[in-house]
């Protein structure tokens, strides 16, 4: 039975603690056009449409009368004149093996997702089938709203064209259970004059964010204008709160902002205010209430006048109110200037012990511990609500230099970070010999019980977990203002909530100040982790870092640990790196992720999120790539360099690529010139490669070069796709297609087969004859007379007495692969260009 849309909205119920209807709404409307738009919860006034049908016909008979979605899967129109106009969308599956529904989320996306009647090996879940908008990040262009996030808000699109929803540095969530919300800012902006500064800039800073705009929001535009004069006129100014650098003009705009989003359409720069170190929000604010002394100054005299001219006594008195509130000043500043770098430097909140002591129950529930301290859980007042955190005891601070430091290290950088997958700091405490940190609670745990634990997480969720942590490490090397190496990326430092995974624990935090590239310092990290230049008293770099997250990559594809021969029950499995490079040269990436449907249905992405892992872990830190490249090659916005298949993994370089073949050994030692070293710079069709493939086989058995004679009455083989990179490298594995009689010829039953440009092929099969071993016919005419005297020494007796002369093919042996007898052969491009024609 259809369902139908008439002329009303579709509002989602959202429960965020309180029970409201969310803000985006789906409507038909009188003209008829189907639309999506935010709309004020107050009133329930609809803003401008981010999305629209567009059957809003001219002709009032042919515009939109319903909306349908049916058991077919598809949504459409059905106008007046009883034509429809399908929404989406482009294909469906079958109605009767699948669920669907149409959900306005609560992120404002109109979603089809669908949902298997029976389970046939894969699990029962809902999956996106089709959505609106592309981009809701951008989509969103309504004057008046927040936008498809909050005030003050900053909107990105994920890879599932998803928002993610953050607040820019200085600024938090103003309800914590509402990620979606708005953003307050941590500080006041006020343009009253302060006592112990002398102008704004002393008081705020900048941070500086890319292609990050809140477009609605201007009041003043500045043209031209160059970048230090956008800065500095924001600076100055108490109204402003960010400012947008595009080109030569300089828009400044003031709170709330509404409509943020970062997304390469921006194309500018923005500057973000924020207040420097721990300075009283306001001269107003009740926790420095002897701070205000200058304002009142006349009021006080006149009072003291008064007071002098009716009581000595009453002078008296006056005079110590006097000496008693300077008296506490004084204790203050000895009290800030004995915790060294409290709440004046940074913008957290300093915690008294007897708080923290209070909010963890006397530090009652532990919830992990390391080198350097116990963390237990607990949850502390934060404005009008209590919020679960985790407080980090760091013991015998005073005793241990190296805990001093690490506090130190922790407050002053993890203050200044701002990023989704990095563990946010919320305050702290100093008070005599007590260093805690208090850190955002991350309610799913570390990564290492969830990744080592009974039962293994889906495919998805670990991807999107890599990609988690590789961007919080791109953040903290290229991303904030003082690079930082972290030193210790392993699993039980990557915490968890529902919504994304964050980086955890910086106390082995190195940092490197912006001009320099590189550091010396103790052995740190975990085994296992550690990259070898730390053995080596070698300068260390950020590729420490890379080197510690490809062994977790590893990891998270595997799910198991990188040291756990007790699990593998064997040395060839004992340790991760070494097995995951076996399993690459020997083309058994499957092995790596047995019983794990998701992951080999997702085939491409399995392979080059292995072959990143690879490049992580070179045991040259040249070789390994930075973070940012690293963070693209698993986003696919840069394809993944590939490696020479030989006695272990060696990167491919422009001098390796003249002089080596990918023969497995056979040639490897014959100096083959570039001229005969060729990659496959044309589409081979599986097709044309299997026809060319039997022609072949034909031909050996016509002239009775092999026995085609076997039980079944004709051979059988079985055809294998190597995908090959650039200049003939290894780049990815493909489960094997079989090609079987039909017509008395021999046919490829493959379908989709993955070639494409500058790929080659190999192909392999049963051993029919034992007393030969045969390969592939290449062109020998260009080859050099010692080369060929080499070549016919190595093989002339196996392909019985065939030579190597002018213009003859040759037949080259190939090494045997597997236990039960297949081959394995390369084509070259002469011999590939034949097959194709």
Known sequence: MDNYLALHSL?????????????????????????????????????????????????????????????TGYIFVLTRSNQTVVLGPTTVLRSGDYYYRATLDFDGVFTLYYHPKTENGNPKTWTVLWSEPDNICVGITASEGRGACGFNSICTIDDYKRPNCSCPEGYSLLDSNDKNGDCKPNFTLSCEEDDHKSSNGDLYDLSVLIDTDWPLSDYEQLNPSSEEMCRNSCLQDCFCAVAILRGDSCWKKKLPLSNGRKDSVVNGKAFMKFRKGGLPPSTTDPRFPLWDIKKNDRTLILVGFVLLGSSLFVNVALLGVFCLGFFLIYQKKILNSRHGFGAVETNLRCFSYEELAEATDGFKEELGRGAFGIVYGGAVQMGNSRTSVAVKKLDRVVQEKEREKEFRTEVHVIGQTHHKNLVRLVGFCDQGEHRILVFEFMSNGTLASFLFGETKPSWNQRSEIALGIARGLLYLHEECSTQIIHCDIKPQNILLDDYYSAIADFGLAKLLMINQSQTNTGIRGTRGYVAPEWFRNKPVTAKVDVYSFGVLLLEIIACRKNVDGSEMGGDERAILTDWVCDCFLNYELHALVED?????????????????????????????????????????????????????????????????????????????????????????????????????????????????????????????????GPDGHVASLFPGHPLLKEKQRWVAAVEDAPFTPRERVTFTFPVINSAANFGFVITASDLPAVVKAMLAEKVGKAVNGRGCGEGEGLLLPVEMVKPRGEMRWFLDKSTAAKIEG
């Open 596 to 724: 794990d449907s998701e992951a080999l249905n997702d085939w491409r992405k399995l392979q080059r999120f292995l072959m990143v892992g690879i490049w992580c872990i070179q045991e040259d830190p040249s070789e390994r790539p930075t973070m940012r490249k690293v963070t693209q090659m698993l986003e696919r916005v840069v394809e993944v360099p590939v490696f020479w298949v030989d006695e272990r993994m060696v990167p491919l370089t422009d001098k390796d690529s003249n002089y080596k073949l990918a023969y497995d050994g056979f040639l490897s030692k014959v100096p083959i010139p570039p001229t005969n070293i060729h990659a496959v710079n044309v589409t081979l069709p599986a097709a044309a490669a299997a026809e060319g493939y039997q022609t072949l086989i034909k031909t050996l058995v016509d002239n009775k070069t092999i026995d085609s004679s076997s039980s079944s009455g004709s051979p059988r083989f079985d055809l294998m796709l190597l995908s090959m």
């Open 11 to 71: 509002l989602m119920d959202i429960y965020n603690g309180n029970n409201f209807l969310d803000r985006f709404q789906l409507r038909l409307l009188e003209n008829g056009n189907l639309v999506l738009n935010t709309r004020d919860l107050g009133t329930d006034f609809a803003y401008d449409a981010y999305y629209k049908s567009n059957t809003d016909d001219v002709n009032v008979t042919n515009r939109g009368n319903r909306v349908i979605f049916n058991e």
